[in-house]
């Protein structure tokens, strides 16, 4: 059981990436998810939630409008397309998954089921 995302690179101002995260050994049908990111020297901080009907969505206020969260059940896999990237977005970027409907989805305190390993974003201006 786990979540492996991908799609991080080095990227200059202005430019887009595309996150990725597979999940393997469950289903995210019945999941909601969610994106993170921890800057070096910084705490995580959530960047995204979808619940796990696609009934709502929720981001972080400076990432709204640029960052946009997606799944592909068929594919069991989610998304985070990042356009507009700055370099304060750079970090490394985790996925992950739990029962919860984006429940307190931001606090650090929450409990997920599944993380992913990480993908880095560097954003040079």
């Known amino acids: 059981v786990q979540l492996q995302a991908s799609g991080g690179g080095l990227v200059q101002s202005g430019d887009s990436l595309r996150l990725s995260c597979a999940a393997s050994?469950?289903?995210?049908?019945?999941?909601?998810i969610g994106w993170f990111r921890q800057a070096p020297g910084k705490e995580r901080e959530g960047v995204s939630c979808?619940?796990?009907?696609?009934?709502?969505?929720y981001y972080k206020s400076s990432v709204k409008g640029r960052f946009t969260i997606s799944r592909d059940n068929a594919k069991n896999m989610v998304f985070l397309e990042m356009n507009n990237l700055k370099p304060e977005d750079t970090a490394i970027y985790y996925c992950?998954?739990?029962?919860?409907?984006?429940?307190?989805?931001?606090?650090?305190?929450?409990?997920?089921?599944?993380w992913g390993q990480g993908t880095l974003v560097t954003v040079s201006s």
């Open positions: 979808q619940t796990n009907n696609i009934g709502s969505t």
């Open positions: 992950a998954a739990y029962l919860a409907m984006c429940w307190a989805w931001d606090d650090s305190e929450t409990r997920w089921d599944y």
């Open positions: 050994g469950f289903s995210l049908d019945h999941y909601s």
